[in-house]
């Protein structure tokens, strides 16, 4: 049974109220869909590197691109090259820019275990999203006139080896974490999402959510425990 717990906390910068997750300290309050990918798709010892959001990137491929859920929570379909490669693209444009990490923030730590190849197509998907990546960083984040501002180095061949192999980790472990990832997306990440993302709109600051899930039979249980009162239990 895989257990994570989180405190609803005031966001100033976003200028909401979300869930803070209680097992890592560096990450942001988030809503109820973020809530279940820092549940689901993070391990329960993240600390925030780049690598290990790279690697969570790696499980949301497996998770909810290859199963279709994306395709059912949102209107724009898009290849899952773009949507991976959209994705790589504002994680790191998160850590570039809002944290002021810059280009050496961006650099990832080449893996220690050599990383094999995936399936062709998987790798078609991978090599797309790292075109788009690529396509998207420099234009976004280059000022005005400035050929050489740093922002090669994040790009550069050895990060995107990095970048990719971090993402394979992570493709690979969700594999493991998700053999039926078609169930695991419809039946835990979404009773999750939306069950955290009700309670954080009726919650109070200081509340906690302690978010039960099986991996095996894929069920769901949240449990509010609020600052005052009783804590309760509901299946999402």
Known sequence: MLTR???????????FQGWKPLFVNSFDPGTGYVAA???????HGDSGTLEEEMMALGRFWWLR??????????TLHYPKAISLGST????????????????????LQPRKH???????GEETVLEGAMEHFVSKFAVENAGPGEESD?????????????????????YRDGRRRFPDNYGAAFELFHPIATGAEKLRKRAELGDELVISASLTDHRVVLTHRPMEGRPYRFDA
């Not at 691109?65 to 949102?74: F, I, M, N, P, R």
Request: glycine fraction near 10%.
């Open 5 to 15: 717990k989180f405190v609803l906390e005031e966001d100033f910068e976003q200028g």
């Open 37 to 43: 990918h820092d549940a689901l798709e993070h391990a």
């Open 65 to 74: 691109l290859e199963s279709g859920y994306a395709d059912y929570w949102s």
């Open 88 to 107: 790589v693209l504002s994680t790191i444009n998160e850590v570039y820019n809002d944290a002021g990490a810059g280009p050496d923030g961006c650099l």
């Open 114 to 120: 050599r990383s094999a190849l995936l399936d062709p």
């Open 150 to 170: 740093g922002t090669g180095a994040v790009t550069d061949a050895s990060n995107l080896l990095a970048i990719k192999a971090w993402i394979r980790a992570g």
